[in-house]
């Protein structure tokens, strides 16, 4: 029987094994959903409090239904969680890594992911199926990976086997989105493909195979797109707020148009990939092929550190030096209803704030975090003696506000930046508020 073959067997019968390097917001539901289909799965992460609190049946991500998967695979005994890569790698069939690979000032940073890879090729034997879900910059499985591999002696695609496997995941949705979105395999190599893609189909509903470099150019491309098509909605934020229009009316009627679908501005772009994939996708090209990038990234950049100027003119015109200001933060995870905070643009407003002097208060029902403020663990606490208050996030909670309650705590002359448009301009006025939104023209204001 050759190897693809008896890997192919294994996967059909659910006795291949798996380990998954990093248990994060991705591997950690990653693991999870394989071994709840059946297969043994281990995963893997050098943070200690992670692996404990696994141990002990706890999620410590804020994951719909992710808590009741983790207990019954304790309890069936398909997972179990190591901070020993290399021993574990030797002993699994398949390895899939899914590490984070941020930027910092626009190049990747690929630390984490070469910690992975050493682990990986500590512990690499034949018949093993090498797994990359982390995003790279297009080229790195064929020209790093597959050459070190090589360099190993091994054969790809002929005694071990490599893909290129993007993950699609969102919070809030992560274990829908692994089994409802399409799956993209990109194989080194035909057999590559094709076993991995066997291994996706046992838990996801579609998959597609293609090559590693179109895998990994895929990944990043859809991320740009989406980061452009934000930049294009902050854009015509800027305008309707210079000619005293409201964008959101400005895209709801656009977007009327059948093969037309303009995002929602906002006060930047957070999470794990919109603010760095971008930089992977145009990483290698000329600098005139890349401006277009660039620009939107800057764009989308700049839409935070513009309130700060917004704030300053409306509190000045209530007679309030925003270095003397009480500003309160509604808000600092990057996406509604989840407590990450990866490159949220909250945390460049309240640092901002910090460094002009504004005493901080923040407020968010799911994190901790707070960037320096001061936090509050109600939402009236939040209101109290506030001279202004920005929305940051888009919380369920916060759509609901009680404004009449905001109106008796706040000051008298308290000024509301409803980042992302969440709350009615109209009764945040009849309640004697000054209003300032995303894209909502206000004579007199402007960044």
């Not at 094709?194 to 838990?203: F, G, P, R, S």
């Amino acid at each position: 029987m050759s190897l693809e073959s008896s890997l192919l067997d294994k996967i059909r019968l659910k006795k291949a094994s798996l380990a998954v390097l990093g248990l994060g917001h991705v591997g950690l539901p990653t693991a999870l959903i394989f071994a709840h289909a059946g297969f043994n799965v281990t995963g893997v992460d050098l943070d200690l409090c992670k692996v404990d609190a696994l141990r002990q049946g706890k999620s410590y991500i804020r994951e719909p239904g992710l808590q009741e998967v983790l207990t019954e695979c304790l309890r069936r005994g398909t997972f179990h969680v190591t901070n020993d890569a290399s021993d574990q790698i030797r002993r699994s069939d398949f390895v899939s890594i899914c590490v984070p690979t941020p930027v910092e000032n626009a190049v990747p940073d690929l630390r984490n992911f070469e910690a992975a890879f050493g682990a990986v090729k500590a512990g690499v034997h034949k018949e093993m199926v090498i797994l990359i879900e982390s995003t790279l910059p297009p080229s790195t499985t064929s020209e790093l990976v597959a050459h070190e591999l090589q360099c190993l002696g091994y054969n790809i695609d002929g005694d071990i086997f490599l893909a290129y496997c993007p993950e699609r995941l969102a919070p809030v949705q992560a274990l829908q989105d692994f089994v409802n979105n399409t799956r993209i395999v990109g194989g080194i190599g035909p057999k590559s493909g094709e076993i991995a893609a066997e291994l996706y189909k046992t838990v996801c509903k579609n998959v597609v195979v293609t090559d590693a470099l179109t895998a990994e150019l895929s990944k990043v491309a859809e991320n740009t797109f989406r980061d452009l098509n934000v930049a294009y909605a902050n854009l015509l934020a800027l305008i309707a707020e210079r000619l005293g229009a409201d964008a959101s009316k400005v895209i709801d009627a656009a977007n009327t148009h059948p093969r037309v679908a303009i995002h929602r501005p906002g006060i930047g772009v957070g999470g794990p990939c919109l603010p760095k994939d971008p930089y992977l996708l145009v990483q290698s090209v000329p600098e005139d092929l890349s401006q277009l990038v660039a620009s939107a990234r800057r764009l989308n950049d700049y839409m935070s550190r513009r309130i700060i100027n917004l704030l300053t003119q409306a509190l000045a015109a209530k007679g309030v030096a925003i270095e003397s200001a009480m500003v309160t933060i509604l808000g600092v995870a990057y996406k509604a209803d989840t407590e990450d905070v990866t490159n949220t643009p909250a945390k460049v407003i309240i640092e901002s704030l910090l460094r002009m002097g504004a005493f901080v208060t923040v407020y968010d029902p799911y994190s901790s975090e707070t960037f320096g403020g001061k936090r509050v663990t109600t939402i009236e606490e939040a209101f109290r003696d506030t001279d202004c208050l920005v929305i940051a996030t888009a919380h369920s909670d916060f759509k609901s506000m009680d404004v009449s309650r905001l109106r008796q705590l706040a000051k008298p002359h308290c000024v509301i930046f409803d980042g992302p448009r969440i709350l009615d301009p109209i009764g945040i006025k009849r309640a004697g508020l000054t209003y300032l939104g995303t894209g909502y023209g206000t004579p007199g204001f402007s960044a």
